[in-house]
């Protein structure tokens, strides 16, 4: 079965820190994205990737920047975390680009920042 | 520009009843598809059903369907029978061939099944 796993359901961070959020998919998947979530504004895209090392911006990078080194494992990092990240993170693969393939997310990561 | 729009932002339904939640697009792409999720309150997105543009009859889950309209571009999915596990955030989204891969999503609808 499909699996997407995002290091953590809930994280702390303080205002000014660099922070990590990673995502590890068993599928072999070619295609992983990152969203935030926010009440009344359903899912963003903030990064996506087709390829081992490559990364594409989405709708909304700025304040944020992406890792790609092995096909399995996709990281979102805040270079300098600010209140206004304060969201949920929802990672995402899916095996193809095109047709009825869905992609299929990780549980999410609720992150604060004070 | 490509848009989802979901209009409904909460809904109640009885259990035992059918319900329709809504879903409208904007896309000038003819390749396209439509996707429905469900988010219950652990957080997890989970996936229901697919359409295409070109899919001549509308898609169906077990319980879920999808009204789809392509003239109108609206993609409602109607879930038969409301059971109380379906209580959960709904998100309508949409992948066009030409955005590469891309979900766009819309704002979702709570729905709240009453016992």
């Known amino acids: 079965d499909v699996k997407v796993t995002q290091s953590s359901r809930y994280l702390v961070k303080r205002t000014g820190e660099k922070v990590f959020l990673e995502c590890v998919q068993d599928?072999?998947?070619?295609?992983m994205f990152w969203y935030r979530q926010d009440p009344g504004l359903g899912l963003r895209l903030i990064y996506f990737?087709?390829?081992?090392?490559?990364?594409e911006k989405g709708d909304i990078p700025e304040g944020y920047s992406v890792s790609r080194e092995k096909k399995e494992r996709f990281s979102l990092i805040l270079e300098s975390a600010s209140t206004n990240q304060t969201s949920m993170y929802l990672c995402?693969?899916?095996?193809?680009?095109?047709?009825?393939?869905?992609?299929?997310f990780g549980d999410g990561t609720r992150l604060s920042i004070l | 520009a490509q848009k989802i729009t979901q209009t409904q932002p909460g809904m109640f339904v009885q259990e035992k009843e059918a319900v329709t939640l809504d879903c409208t697009y904007d896309?000038?792409?003819?390749?396209?598809?439509l996707f429905w999720y469900k988010q219950p309150s652990s957080g997890e997105m989970i996936f229901l059903i697919y359409?295409?543009?070109?899919?001549?009859q509308n898609a169906t889950e077990g319980r879920y369907s999808l009204n789809f309209q392509k003239a109108r571009k609206s993609a409602n999915l109607v879930i038969s029978a409301s059971q109380l596990g379906d209580s959960a955030m709904y998100f309508c989204?949409?992948?066009?061939?030409?955005?590469?891969?891309?979900?766009?999503f819309g704002q979702g609808t709570e729905l709240s099944v009453k016992p």
């Open positions: 995402a693969s899916s095996l193809s680009r095109v047709g009825n393939q869905p992609q299929h």
């Open positions: 599928m072999d998947h070619e295609n």
């Open positions: 990737s087709y390829d081992v090392k490559m990364k």
């Open positions: 896309t000038s792409d003819p390749s396209y598809g």
């Open positions: 359409q295409g543009s070109y899919d001549q």
């Open positions: 989204a949409m992948r066009s061939y030409n955005q590469g891969g891309k979900l766009i």
